[in-house]
Nanobody
Framework: QVQLVESGGCLVQPGGSLRLSCAAS????????MGWYRQAPGKQRELVAT???????NYADSVKGRFTVSRDNAKNTVYLQMNSLKPEETAVYYC???????????????WGKGTLVTVSS
């Protein structure tokens, strides 16, 4: 069974740093774009950062200069390094990926279950 599993969410003080990880597992032939989204209480889910298989990166304007997305293709893992965190960035952070399950298949989009990041003193 294909799944995305996030880890690394926890309570962090304002101004602090945190690194999230997301590993894709199961019968996967290829991984295309991977990325992170977040959903704060009472708000819609929003894009944080994405990275495609060629290494092209896209960030939400609100996190540029503070967050860094990266991936380790050998480990089927995407990371999100978050620095200078703000209380308003408290949210559930979700991993997202486009996965090809076998040669020539159309990529399918998958979501992880999310990991909670709380920014508070």
């Amino acid at each position: 069974q294909v799944q995305l599993v996030e880890s690394g969410g926890c309570l962090v003080q304002p101004g602090g740093s945190l690194r999230l990880s997301c590993a894709a597992s199961g019968s996967i032939f290829s991984i295309y774009a991977m990325g992170w989204y977040r959903q704060a209480p009472g708000k819609q889910r929003e894009l944080v950062a994405t990275i495609n298989s060629g290494g092209q990166i896209n960030y939400a304007d609100s996190v540029k200069g503070r967050f860094t997305v990266s991936r380790d293709n050998a480990k089927n893992t995407v990371y999100l390094q978050m620095n200078s965190l703000k209380p308003e960035e408290t949210a559930v952070y979700y991993c997202n990926a486009d996965l090809g399950l076998f040669r020539g298949s159309v990529p399918e989009n998958y979501w992880g279950k999310g990991t909670l990041v709380t920014v508070s003193s």
